[in-house]
């Protein structure tokens, strides 16, 4: 069995309100006072669904290229919020991180995660999703495309079997990123492997100063099909 399917929700501020004085007097005065507070991480918290709940619509979308680092413009037609910015677009990058926003380069010749862990402000930043360094060998060996109608429309990504840098066999996963909720799906499908390489799964603010990661999933050589 795979693992579970991880899920990232974008929680709203908390909002607290007062009024001066209080009770309020009849054709008096008053102050009103409203206070927002932005939760931790942007209110992101980690949870896991069945498996099962994978969106297996067809999608025909391919790779940008092959090799060590090909990078993939993905076009939403949607506005997706990720740590209280709007994108309509983001980058695979072939390592396998989600980058927000299109043309994103970041990500190259950063080909292992870091040891810290997440939040880091080492590059790249402003991710979601498993990084791992893979080599590509065939563009379609990645489907994408946009599923659904407003306002609930999602991108669905799919990679399949592409091998570690210098090592098999490969990984399979699949994410799903959702208009309106902002929910960021991760299915690890299979990344059984000998190899020695450090893999993460989490997300990662603009400047590296907030982020949050999978349980046990943060870094290391892990594995799971």
């Known amino acids: 069995i795979s693992d579970p399917l991880t899920v990232y929700v974008h929680l709203l501020p908390t909002v607290s309100a007062s009024a001066t004085p209080n009770p309020i007097l009849?054709?008096?005065?008053?102050?009103?006072n409203a206070v927002a507070n932005q939760n931790s991480n942007y209110g992101y918290t980690v949870a896991s669904i069945p498996f099962g709940g994978r969106d297996l619509t067809s999608v025909s979308g391919i790779a940008g290229g092959t090799g060590d680092e090909p990078n993939t413009d993905m076009p939403l037609g949607f506005n997706f919020n990720f740590f209280g910015n709007n994108y309509t677009g983001v980058t695979l990058h072939g390592n396998g991180q989600i980058l927000m926003g299109?043309?994103?380069t970041t990500?190259?010749?950063?080909?292992s995660p870091p040891s810290s862990g997440i939040p880091t402000t080492a590059a790249p930043n402003n991710w979601c999703g498993y990084w791992v360094d893979q080599n590509w060998s065939a563009t379609n060996q990645l489907?994408?495309?946009?599923?659904?109608?407003a306002p609930n429309r999602k991108l669905i990504v799919r990679v399949n079997g592409v091998n570690y840098y210098s090592s098999t066999p490969s990984n399979t996963y699949q994410y799903e990123l959702h208009e309106t909720t902002n929910y960021i799906d991760v299915y690890?499908?299979?990344?059984?492997?000998?190899?020695t390489?450090?893999?993460?799964?989490g997300i990662e603010?603009?400047?590296g100063a907030e982020g949050i990661s999978a349980p046990n999933r943060n870094y290391g050589q892990w594995t799971t099909s």
């Open 26 to 32: 009849l054709n008096g005065n008053t102050q009103l």
């Open 102 to 104: 299109l043309g994103n």
């Open 107 to 111: 990500a190259n010749f950063v080909y």
């Open 143 to 149: 489907q994408w495309g946009v599923g659904g109608a």
């Open 188 to 195: 690890i499908v299979d990344n059984t492997t000998t190899s």
């Open 197 to 201: 390489l450090y893999r993460q799964i």
């Open 205 to 207: 603010n603009a400047n």
